[in-house]
């Protein structure tokens, strides 16, 4: 009687336990704008979307997709921004990775990592009417795709199901193409300072 009494008790703690644990295992959306600085002379927005999945109560799975306003690194953009005709490259990517951060309390830190893939598009400006049109069209057919990795931290506010983020993510992508030759032996990818506001389920 006395071992039943015992082996209904642990499994009923194991189950609160276990309800305690689904309770805290919490996903959350988010938006995001950014400015990305990889000029002395000019700032970039960013854009796009997360997902996060919490693994443990101090770790998080990440998918993120958006659009980086241009990833030429600052030298280059600097010859070009005192040239009569101007270059850049954007880049639309998707990726996933970790984040840790901090358990509880309505400010928590974090720090991320994670990789994927960057469809970069090269764009000119400067050349009016077709001689422009007639360039870009042409340019659209040199997008490549290449591996892109990034490295961030930052903070974000809690309140109830609301969520407000603020951080820093270094983007890098890892081209091979004549994309590569623009960055003058320097990388290509951006600084960026980013906002976002979401909501927890």
Same mark, same amino acid.
Request: glycine share 14%; proline share 3%; charged share 10%.
């Given at each position: 009687?006395r ?85 850049? #490259?954007? *880049?639309? /990517?998707?990726q ?5 951060? $901090?358990?509880?309390? =309505? !400010? ?23 001689p ?24 974000t ?6 969520? #407000?983020? *603020?951080? /820093? ?7 091979? $193409?004549?994309?590569? =030759? !623009? ?18 389920f």
């Amino acid at each position: 009687m006395r071992t039943t009494s015992c082996a209904a008790i642990l499994v009923a703690t194991l189950l609160v336990s276990a309800a305690a644990s689904a309770q805290e295992t919490r996903a959350s959306v988010e938006g995001f704008g950014g400015v990305g600085v990889g000029s002395f002379t000019t700032a970039t927005t960013n854009f796009g979307g997360a997902i996060t999945g919490d693994l443990t109560p101090n770790i998080q799975l990440i998918g993120e997709v958006g659009r980086l306003g241009n990833i030429l690194p600052s030298t280059t953009q600097l010859l070009f921004d005192v040239s009569p005709v101007g270059l850049t #490259a954007s *880049a639309f /990517y998707a990726q996933g990775g970790i984040r840790l951060t $901090s358990a509880s309390g =309505a !400010l928590r830190p974090y720090a991320e990592a994670s990789g994927g893939i960057a469809r970069l598009t090269p764009h000119v400006t400067g050349l009016d009417g077709l001689p422009g049109a007639f360039t870009n069209a042409g340019l659209a057919f040199l997008n490549n795709t290449a591996p892109i990795a990034t490295l961030g931290g930052g903070v974000t506010l809690h309140a109830g199901n609301f969520i #407000a983020d *603020a951080g /820093y993510r270094y983007h890098q992508v890892f081209s091979d $193409s004549w994309m590569s =030759a !623009l960055a003058l032996g320097d990388n290509l990818g951006t600084n960026e300072v980013r906002f976002g506001i979401g909501v927890r389920f």
